[in-house]
């Protein structure tokens, strides 16, 4: 090279190096600088930096992670039922991002109707952990739009499990209580064939929706297309464009009759969401057709949630769905570029079936994941660092479309290595320990071949010993219930 061509160069590259920081509209360079590194303390790890197992990518050949946002946690809810019951829950149905998406987060809110984007982290042996946060703003129930709501129950023979349609009963009379004028509800029951019980009716006639409920009465077998097809009549033939239009399935998911190629159903879904009618998949019954209805809450633009007890049925329909039956984002993608000059390797925790090339981020009509009000969304990244890297690590973009008139925003934030705390366990706030705990748990359960130690390197005895100090410091029920499950998982042997 010329020396004036490299004078230009170095320039170049210190002028890089002057450019910082998040909340810009597109992700900006990095500065690969070299200073000794810090010491290291947390997780163990094998020789490359990162826990056993990890599908690393170079970061020097591929430095860019994209997603589409997920906010199921269906995975998790499933996975509970099934230890509480004294069984553990097939690997495959075990989903990482769906764990650490199932628990309050402490990542601030957005002054507007788009994300709040947080990233920190933490030194590990050999490497780092950084956490992705990002959330929306909550809002409260009176300040929603009306609501167009159409129930689609599942009332086939299997749903005759004791309690199982008893559950969904007494989760919509609760629901139809709570709903606010304005809001209209229609209800479709299915078995061998679909029935529309009752059309698309104001919420005031709640004598009406009352009756309708205790009208679902178990019979016959599961055709669950056409019960989704007849919702979706229903919903189309009563939509509301100043309403957030929503059909919300009610089912174990095990279609066996009509159409039961899910690629069939799928491709329903998916061209209705096209019409701005949304999908929430609510799972139930001890055997349960997980992969089916993620698929079709992803399909559908939605989200797929689990519930066992009446306990959690109404903590889903009374107290989360009246408050975020908006949608603050559609089709929200998120975009981590690591920097090459300080990151070897990196692995995405997670999210296996939601990843999406780089080019497509940018992309409006890839499908992304809907966010409504009050969500985050977490995605967890081991990184191996280069020996000696400072300056920057990571910055992660989140994209989304208005879900009104689909104009796309971006935000943006980045890491630095001085940004990443020294110790996991003493010096990161709880939430992101909790985060670790429950990620750490499910890659456990998706391990079972290795019973002693999972791949992060940590024993269920530690699991359990982490779970019980963080539920005891955040006095979170729901942590208490995770370090509950260790325990029990422990004790399936």
Not at 189 to 217: G, Q, Y
Not at 344 to 354: A, I, M, N, Q, T
Not at 382 to 411: F, H, I, K, M
Request: charged share 25%; glycine share 10%.
């Amino acid at each position: 090279m010329k020396p004036r061509v490299l004078i230009l160069v170095i320039a170049l590259l210190m002028l890089a190096a002057a450019c910082g920081g998040g909340g810009s509209e597109r992700a900006p360079d990095y500065r690969p600088t070299q200073a000794p590194a810090a010491p290291t303390a947390g997780l163990p790890a094998d020789s490359s930096g990162l826990p056993p197992g990890s599908s690393e990518r170079d970061a020097t050949a591929q430095q860019i992670s994209t997603f589409a946002l997920d906010v199921d946690t269906a995975s998790y809810g499933y996975a509970r039922r099934a230890i509480q019951e004294g069984r553990w829950p097939e690997p495959g149905q075990v989903r990482t991002e769906e764990f650490v998406n199932a628990f309050r987060q402490d990542y601030p809110e957005p002054g507007d109707n788009g994300f709040a984007v947080n990233v920190d982290g933490a030194r590990t042996d050999g490497g780092a952990l950084v956490r992705v946060g990002l959330q929306t703003r909550r809002t409260e129930a009176a300040a929603r739009k009306p609501a167009n709501l159409t129930f689609v129950v599942d009332v086939s023979g299997s749903m005759a499990e004791p309690s199982r349609l008893d559950l969904v009963r007494d989760a919509l009379h609760t629901l139809v209580d709570q709903l606010m004028p304005g809001d209209e509800v229609s209800i479709v029951s299915f078995s061998d064939s679909a029935r529309l019980i009752i059309p698309m009716v104001p919420v005031s006639e709640r004598s009406r929706l009352h009756a309708a409920i205790n009208e679902l009465a178990v019979d016959g077998s599961t055709n669950l297309e056409q019960g989704l097809v007849t919702g979706y009549q229903e919903a189309s033939r009563a939509f509301r464009l100043v309403a957030t239009n929503r059909v919300i399935l009610l089912s174990d998911g095990l279609a066996n009759t009509g159409e039961t190629d899910w690629q069939g159903i799928l491709n329903r879904v998916r061209d209705y969401a096209g019409k701005q009618i949304t999908l929430l998949c609510a799972g139930v019954g001890r055997e349960y057709g997980d992969q089916l209805m993620e698929q079709l809450a992803d399909n559908g633009d939605g989200s797929a949630v689990y519930v066992s007890s009446l306990e959690q049925a109404r903590k889903v329909f009374v107290e989360q769905l009246p408050a975020t039956l908006d949608v603050r984002a559609r089709d929200a993608k998120a975009q981590v570029v690591f920097n090459p000059g300080a990151v070897e390797s990196y692995s995405l925790l997670g999210y296996e079936d939601r990843q999406i090339a780089p080019e497509e981020f940018r992309d409006d009509s890839r499908d992304g994941g809907e966010v409504g009000p009050g969500h985050s969304v977490t995605a967890l990244y081991w990184v191996r660092l280069r020996p000696g890297a400072s300056g920057q690590v990571a910055t992660a973009t989140v994209r989304w479309l208005d879900p009104d008139n689909r104009r796309p925003s971006e935000a943006s934030r980045s890491v630095e290595t001085g940004d990443l705390s020294r110790d996991l366990w003493s010096s990161t706030k709880p939430g992101l320990q909790v985060d670790v705990v429950a990620a750490a748990f499910a890659e456990h359960l998706r391990s079972r071949w290795n019973p002693g130690v999972g791949r992060f390197g940590l024993s269920l005895d530690d699991l359990g010993t982490r779970a019980a100090r963080l539920a005891a410091i955040t006095e979170d029920p729901d942590v208490s219930e995770l370090a509950d499950l260790i325990a029990r998982a422990k004790s399936l042997g």
